[in-house]
């Protein structure tokens, strides 16, 4: 089984509706990520959890909010999607010791019409 | 500003060797990574450096300077397989990990 799921695997939207991505690990892990990638762009981080009770906008944190569960849970909401947040949107995890090598999960691609 | 530089596409035969590089700026610098990722897939993790030098692991070695801010990834014995995106990552002086925009790998027959 993976160790970083995430769900949906591909979503079809309309502008203005509410959408959640949802992503759950088994690796025990303390740090989860939200990143979303772009066509000829690097990966560009949303927000980041570094506990349950520890969370941080990133780089492009506006129209999106997150909802760390649990340790091994951390949602993704798009409060009112619009045609520009169209990316394949990545989950991943790090273990804060040693060198915090971040693993990925399978990625969600959405599409906003 | 913070920046990560690498090729946007390379072409390469199958048996050759190829090697990608990255330059980067960052306040500060803990360490670098690269990762591979196939078209439509995750990335997933090949090598990371801290200290210059060269680290080897089968076909695939990373080598850092630190005093440069340059990095690359060698790849040897190159298989059709081996055709994917391969991405540059730095850490900054706040744990902030900074990513390329990746290099697009074509390996030909």
């Known amino acids: 089984d993976a160790d970083v799921t995430q769900t949906p695997r591909n979503r079809i939207t309309k502008t203005g509706k509410r959408i959640m991505l949802e992503c759950s690990q088994t690796k025990g892990h303390d740090r989860m990520y939200w990143y979303r990638q772009d066509p000829g762009l690097g990966l560009r981080l949303i927000y980041y959890?570094?506990?349950?009770?520890?969370?941080n906008k990133g780089e492009i944190s506006d129209g999106y909010s997150v909802s760390r569960q649990a340790q091994a849970k951390f949602s993704l909401s798009l409060e009112s999607a619009i045609p520009n947040q169209t990316a394949l949107y990545f989950c991943?995890?790090?273990?804060?010791?040693?060198?915090?090598?971040?693993?990925f999960g399978p990625g969600t691609r959405l599409t906003v019409l | 500003g913070q920046n990560i530089d690498q090729p946007t596409e390379m072409t390469a035969t199958e048996g050759a060797i190829v090697q990608i590089n990255c330059t980067y700026q960052?306040?500060?610098?803990?360490?670098l990574f690269w990762y591979q990722q196939h078209a439509g897939e995750a990335p997933t993790f090949l090598s990371y450096n801290v200290l210059d030098g060269l680290e080897e692991k089968g076909r695939f070695s990373s080598f850092l300077s630190r005093s440069k801010g340059y990095s690359y990834l060698l790849l040897k014995e190159l298989q059709m397989k081996d055709s994917a995106s391969y991405l540059c990552?730095?850490?900054?002086?706040?744990?902030?990990?900074?990513w390329g925009a990746g290099t697009k790998l074509i390996i030909k027959p």
């Open positions: 990552a730095a850490w900054d002086s706040n744990y902030q990990l900074i």
């Open positions: 991943a995890t790090s273990d804060r010791t040693g060198q915090d090598t971040q693993y």
């Open positions: 959890s570094f506990d349950v009770k520890d969370i």
């Open positions: 960052t306040s500060g610098f803990n360490g």
